[in-house]
């Protein structure tokens, strides 16, 4: 089977920078997705790794290691609006639907 | 801009009904799946689809069957429903992959908060 884990609950405070770790045991690899869930609401794409290393967008950074099956999803200068819910998920093969992990929920405190 | 369209955000319905979950996507792509979220458990797989009248079991296809008669619409059926089918459905689209090696992200709906009586 496929297995995705990531913890369940993070709090931070406003301004502070925060890093959502995603470790995977799956048997295969072709990408990693990190999804953005506000209560209520659907998923919205983040940000894509396929290859090791660090991907920056905005105040939001990803890095894989692919030879350790681990992601982590960077948060920088946090805001209230980035409680969320944060799914971490693979792409096993070419073409085959994601595996999600349960997702981290994250609150933001003043 | 992707659109990912759900027929009903609420529903309500008893023991025993069939009902139709619908969806529709507007560009043109190729995969659809279904999905439902429950606390604790996460998004689970439902069924998917990578054409026209296509479809593929995903983890947890009991007591569902799906219909794809058109490209841009994949619909989830629930025969019978039972109360342990409360939950969210969020329906999802993308592209089929290309050699290109562009991410194929999935895109999501709004979602169906269904509750069974």
């Known amino acids: 089977g496929q297995n995705i884990d990531q913890p369940t609950e993070m709090t931070a405070t406003e301004g502070a920078i925060v890093q959502i770790n995603c470790t995977y045991q799956?048997?295969?690899?072709?990408?990693l997705f990190w999804y953005q869930q506000h209560a209520g609401e659907a998923p919205t794409f983040l940000s894509y790794?396929?290859?090791?290393g660090l991907e920056e967008k905005g105040r939001f950074s990803s890095f894989l290691s692919r030879s350790k099956g681990y992601s982590y999803l960077l948060l920088k200068e946090l805001q209230m609006k980035d409680s969320a819910s944060y799914l971490c998920a693979v792409r096993v093969r070419g073409n085959t639907p994601l595996v999600f992990g349960k997702g981290t929920r994250l609150s933001v405190i003043a | 801009d992707v659109k990912v369209t759900q027929s009903s955000r609420y529903l309500v319905k008893r023991t025993g009904e069939k009902v139709f979950l619908e969806c529709v996507q507007d560009m043109d792509h190729e995969n659809m799946f279904w999905y439902r979220q429950d606390p604790g458990l996460g998004l689970r797989l439902i069924y998917f689809?990578?054409?026209?009248?296509?479809?593929e079991k995903g983890d947890i296809p009991e007591g569902y069957s799906v219909s794809r008669e058109k490209k841009e619409r994949f619909s989830l059926i629930l025969e019978s429903a039972s109360t342990n089918q409360t939950s969210m459905y969020l329906c999802?689209?993308?592209?089929?992959?290309?050699?290109?090696?562009?991410?194929?992200?999935?895109?999501f709906g709004p979602g169906t908060r269904l509750l069974v009586l």
């Open positions: 999802a689209s993308s592209e089929r992959r290309s050699d290109r090696g562009v991410q194929e992200t999935q895109y």
């Open positions: 790794n396929v290859l090791d």
């Open positions: 689809s990578y054409d026209v009248k296509m479809k």
């Open positions: 799956t048997s295969g690899f072709n990408g």
